[in-house]
């Protein structure tokens, strides 16, 4: 069973953006892509570069999916799962998340 841990309320989050929080011991990015309250969170360190930018990265439809570019590197990360376009061995985690009552939440893992 999963541990929900409330993060921030969503107006915090502007749409076309992503943030960093910290879950327990590991740092999440979480994307809201549009206006909406749909989220996506990630593991924010990309695997490429050893480094934590993935929530500064820009959010991109491809084929129908949303993926987030990786500001050193470049790769892509598909949000709703965290698989790496370019190398799936390099893929990162995700986490489940949701707005209650305005307030985002990511389950801890």
Not at 55 to 77: C, D, M, N, T, Y
Request: a negative charge; hydrophobic letters at 45%; one cysteine or more.
């Amino acid at each position: 069973m999963s541990q929900w841990i409330t993060v921030c309320p969503i107006s915090d989050i502007l749409p076309a953006t992503g943030v960093c929080a910290l879950i327990g011991t590991q740092q999440v990015a979480i994307f809201r892509p549009y206006a909406d309250e749909r989220l996506f969170a990630i593991s924010n360190i990309d695997p490429f570069a050893q480094a934590s930018v993935l929530s500064r990265g820009l959010i991109a439809e491809h084929q129908g999916e949303l993926w987030v570019a990786s500001p050193l590197k470049k790769q892509h990360f598909r949000l709703h799962d965290g698989f790496c376009l370019e190398d799936e061995s390099r893929s990162v985690a995700s986490f489940a998340s949701r707005v209650v009552d305005g307030l985002v939440q990511v389950a801890a893992k």
